[in-house]
């Protein structure tokens, strides 16, 4: 059994604690899509989720050990510095869930790390060709591969059941978006879970628990699969809303191709051990679903408020981690007042939150959906995208008025072709 210091054990409650947000924060990667069109109802879908991340969160630890093992210099890393790369990653998924932007919580994470590594050894303590080939690249490729993805299977999908009875059509992609919601869920299993399987590892080893190189012990990935499922069942209903009406409205077929490419994307990229954020590869197919269909409209000014959080995210989570680091150097009293000052800005954040409540009741709500006017690229895309044929039925019947009749007296006729 590991020896636990206190410090260590407040690194693991901490970890968990952002495992936790890391929950409610991304529910809608899996979720938004499948409760905006109606296919299952809220409650019913973040419990679906839940129950799918606790599982996927067994299946694989290739993730976790990119964080453990990779990312940052082992021999350079105290548990205080892990402890200051929690706060800025939790602050900063806290701040995004505000007011309603799907960040990624994976990259604030990162940053975290990185901001209090840097504080703390210096620039040689992070792997600069991990962190590109393993958290960079990935950022910039997965909404581009899983959005161009999306697109065409929109497209692919409206094509095939173009002569497809539009009421039955409908129902057979509702089912198959629960089911490609739960893969995405498996999928955010597999690699967000891990992240704080990958952080508490990696506390332990700083702590002298467990011995360099080690894979995650089965408490800590039970430990972190509760702690995510707990946070997704209790859904993150302010980004739900953005990701599933605030972007495009989205039709089931739509749903179905935007869930099916980012589950491909997300699990792809866990058996190869990039730490992907699935918030990126799911915006990123939604959007393409978006442009994938006649007629769908990508609101750009939801979307740039998000590409501005996306590049946010990493350097805010560094700095705010790097402070929190410098302050943790006075010794206890100064692990302390970091611990104060993030438990009274949760608490904070949570009371303002109550201002306008979002939950399972107004979460389809057409607030999140204000009208925007095509773009450019929405109305180019549109053009050459086929229409979605098979689920509308136009009348195409029309009344044209007779010749006035001589009579003036005489009540005029209708002839309908």
């Known amino acids: 059994m590991e020896s636990f210091s206190l410090i260590l054990a407040i690194v693991v409650v901490t970890a968990l604690a952002f495992d936790f947000t890391n929950g409610f924060h991304d529910t809608a990667n899996a979720m938004a899509t499948t409760i905006s069109t109606g296919a299952l109802k809220p409650k019913v879908a973040v419990a679906m989720s839940a129950v799918l991340n606790l599982v996927g969160a067994f299946l694989s630890v290739e993730v976790a050990n990119t964080i453990s093992k990779g990312l940052v210099d082992e021999a350079g890393i105290r548990p205080e510095v892990i402890f200051a790369a929690l706060v800025g990653a939790i602050l900063w998924n806290l701040l995004t869930w505000l007011v309603g932007l799907p ?17 703390s050894a210096g620039f040689g303590a992070v792997h600069g060709d991990v962190l590109v080939t393993k958290v960079l690249l990935p950022a910039v490729a997965a909404p581009l591969v899983a959005g161009v993805a999306a697109m065409f299977a929109t497209r692919l999908t409206y094509r095939l059941g173009r002569n497809a009875d539009g009421k039955a059509s409908e129902k057979g992609y509702r089912a198959g978006q629960i089911a490609s919601a739960g893969l995405v869920s498996l999928a955010h299993g597999t690699n967000d879970a891990q992240k704080t399987m990958g952080i508490i590892t990696l506390a332990l080893v700083a702590g002298g628990a467990v011995s360099p190189d080690s894979d995650p012990p089965l408490w800590v990935i039970l430990s972190a699969g509760l702690a995510i499922a707990l946070g997704t069942y209790l859904g993150g209903w302010r980004i739900i809303r953005t990701m599933g009406k605030g972007l495009t409205d989205l039709q089931p077929q739509q749903g179905f191709a935007a869930q099916t490419s980012a589950a491909t994307v997300i699990l ?4 190869l051990g990039f730490s992907l954020s699935t918030t ?15 007629g769908g409209v990508v609101r750009w000014s939801t979307a740039t408020r998000m590409f501005i959080a996306w590049g946010l ?19 206890d009293w100064g692990t302390a007042v970091v611990a104060v000052f993030l438990v009274a800005s949760s608490a904070a954040i949570w009371k303002i939150s109550r201002r306008e409540i979002v939950d399972h009741t107004n979460v389809n709500g057409t607030e999140a959906a204000d009208e925007e006017p095509a773009g450019v690229v929405t109305t180019a895309m549109a053009a050459v995208t086929p229409p979605p044929t098979g689920t509308v039925t136009d009348d195409l019947s029309a009344t044209i008025p007779a010749p006035v009749p001589a009579d003036p007296a005489a009540p005029p006729a209708a002839t309908t072709v």
Do not use: D
């Open 280 to 294: 990126h590869s799911v915006s990123g197919s939604v959007m393409g679903a978006g442009l994938g269909r006649k």
């Open 268 to 271: 792809a990229s866990s058996h």
């Open 103 to 119: 960040s990624s919580s994976s990259h604030a994470l990162m940053g975290g790390l990185i901001g209090a590594a840097v504080a």
């Open 313 to 331: 995210t990493l350097p805010a989570a560094a700095l705010v981690a790097a402070l929190a680091e410098w302050v943790c150097r006075a010794g």
